[in-house]
Nanobody, 115 residues
Framework: QVQLVESGGGLVQPGGSLRLSCAVS????????MGWFRQAPGKQRDLVTS???????NYADSVKGRYTISRDNAKNMMYLQMSSLKPEDTAVYYC?????????WGQGTQVTVSS
C-alpha cells in the first residue's frame, strides 16, 4: 500500500516562501508522474502543479512563476518550492500520483499565508 507523507507547511507572511516535501513509500516514484494538489476551506481539491517521469513540469496559471516542483527519485521524494506567497495560496497541500490511479491521500500539510 502506498503511503504519502507531506510536510513543510506553516504560517508565513505574504511574500514569504516555504518548501514542501512529499515522502512516498510503497511505490517507486520514478515510474510515476506526480503532482501537488491543494484544497482551501469550502473548495474542491485542485491540481496546482505536476512533474512527469521525465521531469517535464506543468503549473496552474495561479502559481506559475512562483512555485517550482521537483523530484528526487533516488530518495523517493517530491518537493514544492513556493515563493511570493499570497493569502489566496492558503490551503492544505497534498501530493499524489497523476496520470494514473490515485493513491490513498496523505494527511496533507497546512499552508497559511497571513500577516
Amino acid at each position: 500500500q502506498v503511503q504519502l507523507v507531506e510536510s513543510g507547511g506553516g504560517l508565513v507572511q505574504p511574500g514569504g516562501s516555504l518548501r514542501l516535501s512529499c515522502a512516498v513509500s510503497g511505490s517507486i516514484i520514478r515510474f510515476s508522474d506526480m503532482g501537488w494538489f491543494r484544497q482551501a476551506p469550502g473548495k474542491q481539491r485542485d491540481l496546482v502543479t505536476s512533474i512527469t517521469r521525465g521531469g517535464s513540469t506543468n503549473y496552474a496559471d495561479s502559481v506559475k512563476g512562483r512555485y517550482t516542483i521537483s523530484r528526487d527519485n533516488a530518495k523517493n521524494m517530491m518537493y514544492l518550492q513556493m515563493s511570493s506567497l499570497k493569502p489566496e495560496d492558503t490551503a492544505v497541500y497534498y501530493c499524489n500520483q497523476v496520470n494514473g490511479p490515485t493513491w490513498s491521500w496523505g494527511q496533507g500539510t497546512q499552508v497559511t499565508v497571513s500577516s
